[in-house]
């Protein structure tokens, strides 16, 4: 509110003045017509400043920015502060015209359909710039948050560089630059890690059939020392499923970090301790196998290959 009282001009207070003098004084009557003109115009001016300052102090209390945020949104304000501007002035504006007696019922049909005209012809871009909009004051995701969205070959999950009016930058945890509009990326489903205190991971560890029954029974224990023996919280690990080549068991811990290369590299550290672990005590990894008997057509196991092949010499033939 102070912000908007500072935006009173000394020239609304001079024109406010001589209005209320002439009252008293009873000046001629063309000076009178002019005072009161300029009265008008001075008010509808000035009121188009405290609407444009009140609104824009509103806007800016609501998103928690200021003139003076160096912000990538800063145009994104920019930009709003054109377009009340524009709102504002214009409306000012037919309210003089109205109080000249200028018949001002054209001019504001005129100008809407100019509006919709405008804006059929460029709705890619204010449905983007809506869009900006919406992050402005929604705030899905700031710059600096690491963000997962569905891009055309998957999940795509990097760090938010930029928020621009037309679109977003993102850049992506392999390094590319991703720019996408910003109707399509609040089209879609978006997690934000920005608030993310810790990173659950879910290993799937399958062992081969001929592991010893008492040693399956210490694999959950030996995940579990594992996952302490790097600082983190194990959750759980049990028996899963009898896979197709494999016994499967769950590994569950949890990393106490928010940064994903942190997480991702703490679950390395404990997926390579665990491996270590596996080979020191004997047990081994599955991967996907087949087993093929072959018969004689009386129905007799026999080897696919003869123990002994014969290997048959050829002379080499002469020309």
Not at 4 to 32: E, S
Not at 274 to 282: P, Y
Request: charged content about 15%.
């Amino acid at each position: 509110m102070l912000t908007t009282v500072r935006k009173t001009r000394l020239w609304f207070l001079i024109a406010l003045a001589l209005q209320l003098v002439q009252g008293y004084l009873h000046p001629p009557q063309d000076v009178a017509k002019t005072v009161t003109f300029l009265f008008t115009v001075a008010t509808a001016l000035q009121a188009a400043l405290w609407a444009r300052a009140l609104i824009i102090g509103l806007i800016e209390a609501r998103t928690g920015q200021s003139e003076d945020d160096s912000s990538s949104l800063a145009s994104a304000f920019g930009i709003i502060r054109l377009l009340v501007s524009i709102a504002v002035f214009a409306i000012a504006g037919i309210v003089v015209l109205d109080n000249l007696g200028v018949n001002v019922t054209g001019l504001v049909a005129g100008l809407g359909i100019g509006g919709i005209a405008i804006g059929l012809a460029a709705q890619g871009i204010f449905s983007d710039l809506f869009a900006a909009l919406s992050i402005i004051f929604d705030k899905p995701f700031r710059v600096g948050d690491v963000i997962t969205y569905q891009g055309k070959e998957g999940p795509v999950t990097g760090t938010v560089k930029q928020i621009g009016l037309k679109s977003t930058r993102i850049l992506s945890l392999t390094g590319e630059l991703r720019i996408i509009g910003n109707t399509q990326l609040l089209a879609q489903e978006v997690t934000n890690f920005a608030g993310r205190q810790m990173f659950r991971f879910h290993l799937i560890v399958g062992v081969i059939y001929q592991t010893d029954p008492a040693v399956l029974a210490e694999i959950p224990k030996l995940m579990g020392a594992e996952a302490e023996r790097a600082g983190h919280r194990f959750v759980r690990a049990a028996f899963r499923t009898f896979g197709p080549s494999s016994i499967d068991f769950d590994f569950l811990f949890e990393v106490d970090s928010g940064e994903p290369t942190e997480a991702h590299a703490a679950q390395e550290r404990v997926a390579l301790g665990l491996l270590g672990t596996f080979k020191e005590r004997g047990i081994e990894f599955a991967y996907p196998t087949q087993t093929t008997f072959t018969a004689a057509p009386d129905g007799t196991m026999i080897m696919p290959y003869p123990q002994v092949m014969p290997v048959v010499q050829r002379e080499p033939k002469r020309s």
